[in-house]
T-cell receptor, first 111, second 112 residues
Framework: DTAVSQTPKYLVTQMGNDKSIKCEQNLGHDTMYWYKQDSKKFLKIMFSYNNKELIINETVPNRFSPKSPDKAHLNLHINSLELGDSAVYFC??????????FGSGTRLTVV | AQTVTQSQPEMSVQEAETVTLSCTYDTSESDYYLFWYKQPPSRQMILVIRQEAYKQQNATENRFSVNFQKAAKSFSLKISDSQLGDAAMYFCAYGASRQLTFGSGTQLTVLP
């Protein structure tokens, strides 16, 4: 049973397209996150949701919009994709700060 | 804002030897967690070890142990009896208030 699953694992798309990445956790955690890992492997938080409420919204373009239909799901929708959006996107979940569990990542390539 | 610094972009170790990865952090909080994550080429983020700031005892997990110096804000990872499977990028991370902040990572190479 995968604890944090995100789909798809790979996404190749053209500039200007709109795409979504889905994430689901079965750990019963109360907080979910999206992280971006750039080409230099640096990991930076983008968003976090606690019980469906947005609590962290770092400086990301408003083309990125998270959606949390319930506390087990957090999806990331990206409009008008740009070359610079190419990266690995990780979903994660936690219960307080005790343990953060990550999904396997989605490698997004914009061509 | 919290910052996490890993000053060693790359390290190498001979198989079966011991290596220590360094990490320092900056915070004004008194209650927080510190983590080491391993990211092999598969890109999966794997939790290696966790330390709770209020615990003075250093955490250990089999061949992995930490040296946590709270006053110095230092959190190093020691890997004993290094194995080829330990080769990966290692990230130090600070967690508080439901936010995890990462260092820039240390790429560990294990030499046979």
């Amino acid at each position: 049973d995968t604890a944090v699953s995100q789909t798809p694992k790979y996404l190749v798309t053209q500039m200007g397209n709109d795409k979504s990445i889905k994430c689901e956790q079965n750990l019963g955690h109360d907080t979910m996150y999206w992280y971006k890992q750039d080409s230099k492997k640096f990991l930076k938080i983008m968003f976090s949701y606690n019980n469906k409420e947005l609590i962290i919204n770092e400086t990301v373009p408003n083309r990125f919009s998270p959606k949390s239909p319930d506390k087990a799901h957090l999806n990331l929708h990206i409009n008008s994709l740009e070359l610079g959006d190419s990266a690995v996107y990780f979903c994660a979940s936690s219960q307080e700060d005790y343990g953060y569990t990550f999904g396997s990542g989605t490698r997004l390539t914009v061509v | 804002a919290q910052t996490v610094t890993q000053s060693q972009p790359e390290m190498s170790v001979q198989e079966a030897e011991t290596v220590t990865l360094s990490c320092t952090y900056d915070t004004s909080e008194s209650d927080y967690y510190l983590f080491w994550y391993k990211q092999p080429p598969s890109r999966q983020m794997i939790l290696v070890i966790r330390q709770e700031a209020y615990k003075q005892q250093n955490a250990t997990e089999n061949r992995f142990s930490v040296n946590f110096q709270k006053a110095a804000k230092s959190f190093s990872l020691k890997i004993s009896d290094s194995q080829l499977g330990d080769a990966a990028m290692y990230f130090c991370a600070y967690g508080a208030s439901r936010q995890l902040t990462f260092g820039s990572g240390t790429q560990l190479t294990v030499l046979p």
